[in-house]
T-cell receptor
């Protein structure tokens, strides 16, 4: 159980286009999901917290107009990289946590989306 | 949440136990210790977590010192597939009304040697 799925796993597109990445919790409901970005040989950097039915909370230095987050249902959050440029090329990863009992339950992560902007 | 300190890298022979240390000397009473690992080009994988008692599951064992200032993740019989970056994270377990983010450090790069 507790499977988080991301789609697509790999995308290449031209500079200036927008790219949407989906994150789904397959067998549980997630009122909150998290989006991370990881550059080569670096650790994961939290970008934003996605809240179902409300606005996302962005970490300092992350442009909310650049990285649009929508959490329309309890099982789906999307991250749209708008007007993508080569510097946006990275590995994007989402996570979610099963909500039951006390909140010491671990977060579960998707397999990531590798985005390459030409 | 408390900060953790881990060695940058470690080597372990295949078939031997891999012992990965983590220092969390500023941990507070309501903070749990979580371990994740990330195999190259994949998302992080949850391994185990604990508060103060030692924990064991099908993947690993977690040994937490009595003063809770440090812990050790033990992979009992390491295989080549255990080569990964291992992250030790401490985090407060709050009520269900709040969902807390995980901040990743640099972790330990574990190499399993054939």
């Amino acid at each position: 159980g507790a499977v988080v799925s991301q789609h697509p796993s790999w995308v290449i597109c031209k500079s200036g286009t927008s790219v949407k990445i989906e994150c789904r919790s397959l067998d549980f409901q997630a009122t909150t999901m998290f989006w991370y970005r990881q550059f080569p040989k670096q650790s994961l950097m939290l970008m934003a917290t996605s809240n179902e039915g409300s606005k996302a909370t962005y970490e300092q230095g992350v442009e909310k107009d650049k990285f649009l987050i929508n959490h329309a249902s309890l099982t789906l959050s999307t991250l749209t990289v708008t007007s993508a440029h080569p510097e946006d090329s990275s590995f994007y990863i989402c996570s979610a946590r099963v909500r039951k009992g006390t909140s010491n339950q671990p977060q579960h992560f998707g397999d990531g989306t590798r985005l390459s902007i030409l | 949440d408390a900060k953790t300190t881990q060695p940058t890298s470690m080597d372990c022979a295949e078939g031997r136990a891999a012992n990965l240390p983590c220092n969390h000397s500023t941990i507070s009473g309501n903070e749990y210790v979580y371990w994740y690992r990330q195999i190259h080009s994949q998302g992080p994988q949850y391994i185990i977590h604990g508060l103060k008692n030692n924990e064991t599951n099908e993947m690993a064992s977690l040994i937490i010192t009595e003063d809770r200032k440090s812990s050790t993740l033990i992979l009992p019989h390491a295989t080549l597939r255990d080569t990964a970056v291992y992250y030790c994270i401490v985090r407060v377990a709050r009520s269900m009304n709040r969902d807390d983010k995980i901040i990743f450090g640099k972790g330990t790069r574990l190499h399993i040697l054939p």
